[in-house]
């Protein structure tokens, strides 16, 4: 089994930065792909950011591109979504994911098996 912990949440104004983190612990061995979503209240959980095992591809939704950044540090199994530029629709419970399949990289919330408890950002106007 593998845990996924989140931090770094908060309250930030809107123009600011925060730094998500994910820890990975357990059988790290098992998982590849990373990923990040996110749910508004009332709104279905989105996909935000994945990267690839190697950390060579990454993808973003539009909404967030050139305002996030996904990363990943293996020797601490930890992934990392920096997002600067906030705005007040980016509000979200953030969490983030493991694929334990070594695939092409994936948008798709059902191919992640791992998932954190949550991090809730708020952007204020």
């Known amino acids: 089994q593998v845990q996924l912990v989140e931090s770094g949440g908060g309250l930030v104004q809107a123009g600011g930065s925060l730094r998500l983190s994910c820890a990975a612990s357990?059988?790290?061995?098992?998982?590849?792909?990373r990923g990040w979503f996110r749910q508004a209240p009332g709104k279905e959980r989105e996909f935000v950011a994945a990267?690839?095992?190697?950390?060579?591809?990454?993808y973003y939704v539009d909404s967030v591109k050139d305002r996030f950044t996904i990363s990943r540090d293996d020797a601490k199994n930890t992934v990392y979504l920096q997002m600067n530029s906030l705005k007040p629709e980016d509000t979200a419970v953030y969490y983030c994911?493991?694929?334990?399949?070594?695939?092409?990289?994936?948008?798709?919330?059902?191919?992640?098996?791992?998932w954190g408890q949550g991090t809730q950002v708020t952007v204020s106007s």
């Open positions: 994911a493991a694929d334990s399949s070594l695939r092409l990289l994936s948008r798709q919330l059902d191919e992640y098996d791992y």
């Open positions: 357990g059988r790290t061995s098992s998982i590849y792909a």
């Open positions: 990267i690839s095992w190697s950390g060579r591809t990454t």
